[in-house]
């Protein structure tokens, strides 16, 4: 059974700085990984995706890296803005076929002051 | 990337009615769609696959007689609450994956008193 962590669970910093948020994966077959973003009391806005053959995917700001053997996979935000508050979501896939069901961590909550 | 709907956004509803909660595909053509389900401070929960015209596949624990799943068009999937109580009380949210990116609704919160 796919079981996913996210470390930390919150975090708060100042405008500016660079943050590496992380997930861990107790299955590595999977066929891809998603991280998205939750704003309170909405929906998920997909960030980045990224295949299990793939090392790494970027984003404008944001990269995503993938160790699929050692069931690891970390967000890399550079340069945080206020705007980058949410929580953020990691998403592997259950199981290595695209069946596209995905199993959540609880998520990094941030928070970015001005 | 897909545009996904839903509605109600939010619904309060009495113990013992039944809710309906509408999810549309609005520019993909969707033969799958999945619903999950987010309880306070817990992560997504993936609840079941809806099939265009046949039945939907239940994640393990989670009664297809009480939540009932309907994909009788391309874009339309709706999940029905059946008989609801206050545990059922939860974030409802659902989701299609044109290709590989799986893309959300806005999702709908459900208060049963």
């Known amino acids: 059974k796919q079981e996913v962590t996210q470390i930390p669970a919150a975090l708060s910093v100042p405008e500016g700085e660079n943050l590496v948020l992380n997930c861990s994966f107790t299955?590595?077959?999977?066929?891809?990984l998603q991280w998205f973003r939750q704003d309170p009391g909405k929906g998920l806005t997909s960030l980045l995706l990224?295949?299990?053959?793939?090392r790494e995917q970027t984003s404008g700001r944001l990269n995503a890296s993938l160790d699929k053997s050692s069931g690891r996979s970390t967000l890399y935000i550079a340069a945080s803005q206020p705007g980058d508050s949410a929580t953020y979501l990691c998403a592997p896939t259950h199981g290595s076929s695209n069946t596209g069901k995905l199993i959540f961590g609880q998520g990094t909550t941030l928070q970015v002051k001005p | 990337g897909a545009v996904v709907s839903q509605h109600p956004s939010r619904v309060i509803c009495k113990s013992g009615t039944s809710v309906k909660i509408e999810c549309r595909s609005l520019d993909f053509q969707a033969t799958t769609m999945f619903w999950y389900r987010q309880f306070p401070k817990q992560s997504l929960m993936l609840m079941a696959t809806?099939?265009?015209?046949?039945?939907?596949?239940?994640e393990q624990g989670v009664e297809k007689d009480k939540f009932l799943i309907n994909h009788a068009s391309l874009t339309l999937s709706t999940l029905t609450v059946t008989s609801a109580h206050p545990e059922d009380s939860s974030f409802y949210i659902c989701s299609v994956k044109p290709q590989e990116t799986q893309y959300f609704g806005p999702g709908t919160r459900l208060l049963v008193l």
């Open positions: 990224i295949q299990s053959s793939q």
């Open positions: 299955d590595s077959a999977i066929y891809n």
């Open positions: 809806s099939n265009e015209g046949s039945k939907a596949t239940y």
